[in-house]
């Protein structure tokens, strides 16, 4: 019989020995961040062509956008996303390690 070599082991750890973990991280954010942003347009009744003109993007851009496997989306189309929907772009910089260059957490709005 095989043995398991990842039973009792964490999730973490198995994509980090199948070097996976920040291809799976990335896949994971985007789709939180094209949920939350098509969730504020819904609440906002807002269409995708109204949504797209209050951009000043194409619908083709807020597509990109909006599809949780798209992950090449620039911080620009985030921030008018954002701004589109009364929001505003946060995005946090965390260092795991010791020996730190910078502080641990770094905030920067835009």
């Given at each position: 019989?095989?043995?398991?070599?990842?039973?009792?082991s964490s999730f973490d750890s198995f994509l980090?020995?199948?070097?996976?973990?920040?291809?799976?991280?990335?896949?994971?954010?985007?789709?939180?961040?094209?949920?939350?942003?098509?969730?504020?347009?819904?609440?906002?009744?807002?269409?995708?062509?109204?949504?797209?003109?209050?951009?000043?993007?194409?619908?083709?851009?807020?597509?990109?956008?909006?599809?949780?496997?798209?992950?090449?989306?620039t911080l620009d189309t985030l921030e008018k996303?954002?701004?589109?929907?009364?929001?505003?772009?946060?995005?946090?910089?965390?260092?795991?390690?010791?020996?730190?260059?910078?502080?641990?957490?770094?905030?920067?709005?835009?």
């Open positions: 019989m095989m043995e398991n070599k990842y039973l009792g980090s020995e199948e070097n996976i973990s920040t291809e799976v991280e990335a896949r994971a954010i985007k789709r939180v961040i094209a949920y939350q942003i098509k969730d504020a347009m819904d609440k906002k009744q807002l269409s995708k062509i109204k949504m797209a003109s209050l951009m000043h993007t194409s619908r083709a851009s807020l597509d990109r956008l909006l599809d949780p496997y798209n992950n090449g989306v996303a954002v701004g589109a929907i009364g929001g505003k772009l946060s995005i946090s910089i965390s260092f795991s390690n010791s020996s730190k260059l910078v502080s641990s957490s770094n905030n920067l709005s835009l």
